[in-house]
């Protein structure tokens, strides 16, 4: 079946400019998670989303970034006023329901570029 | 201290050589344990994942989890240029669902 799907691809934008980035999980999987990838830092989680709990928000690194899933599929990661220290790969991941030896499936990532 | 920590690298092995790629975690609770490989602009893809102590063999992948010494290694048997990637270790640690990953190391295969 259809894995991870994310868009953009590819996103470039002004610094102060917001960004949204879409997730769509693999179909069937409850768990959704937001982690990020940026040079000289690896993979940093920022979000998870399980069923219709509240999301775990602690990895979000400030209060410029929010996430949101809808339906309990689609999910959107909305970074506010964008600065150059934004600039990642954002990885979103699915599973099956969230628990600790549940395997992670990890979309083909944004990269997004702030100048 | 790092939650996951790798070998640093990279690591230049010739084809047809094993690869070793260790990994230390700090939580002694940790419950499972992933490999992923990532290609140079690609995503993440999972490798194995080790729940239980001992080697679990998969093909030419052997994952060995040591929980008293918090270690976990992976070994890459008949090393092929296509093994070229970089290596990360993730954990989820005890009671938790988030990976923490390590840094990653960089293996490359010469032909």
């Known amino acids: 079946g259809a894995g991870v799907s994310q868009s953009p691809s590819n996103k470039v934008t002004e610094k102060g400019k917001d960004v949204e980035l879409r997730c769509d999980p693999i179909s069937g999987h409850t768990a ?3 982690y990020r990838q ?3 830092q690896g993979l940093e989680f920022l979000i998870y989303f399980q069923g219709n709990s509240a999301p775990d928000k602690s990895g979000l690194p400030s209060d410029r970034f929010s996430a949101e899933r809808t339906g309990g599929s689609v999910s ?3 970074i506010q006023r964008t600065q150059q220290e934004d600039s ?3 990885l979103c991941a699915s599973s099956f329901d969230g628990a600790s030896t549940d395997t992670q499936y990890f979309g083909p990532g944004t990269r997004l570029t702030v100048l | 201290q790092k939650e996951v920590e790798q070998n640093s690298g990279p690591l230049s092995v010739p084809e047809g050589a ?3 790629l260790n990994c230390t975690y700090s939580d002694r609770g940790s419950q499972s344990f992933f490999w992923y490989r ?3 602009g690609k995503s993440p893809e999972l490798i194995m994942f080790i729940y ?3 080697d679990k063999e998969d093909g030419r992948f052997t994952a060995q989890l ?6 976990v290694s992976l070994l890459i048997r008949d090393s092929q240029p296509s093994d070229s990637a970089t290596y990360l270790c993730a954990v989820t640690p005890s009671n938790d669902y988030k990976l923490s990953f390590g840094a990653g190391t960089t293996v490359t295969v010469r032909a």
Do not use: E, F, P, R
Request: no cysteine.
């Open chain 1, 88 to 90: 990642a790969v954002y």
């Open chain 1, 32 to 34: 959704l998670y937001w």
């Open chain 2, 38 to 40: 990532q290609y140079s």
């Open chain 2, 66 to 71: 040591n929980k008293a010494s918090q270690y």
């Open chain 1, 76 to 78: 959107t990661l909305t």
């Open chain 1, 38 to 40: 940026s040079l000289g």
């Open chain 2, 52 to 54: 239980s102590n001992g």
């Open chain 2, 18 to 20: 094993i690869a070793s």
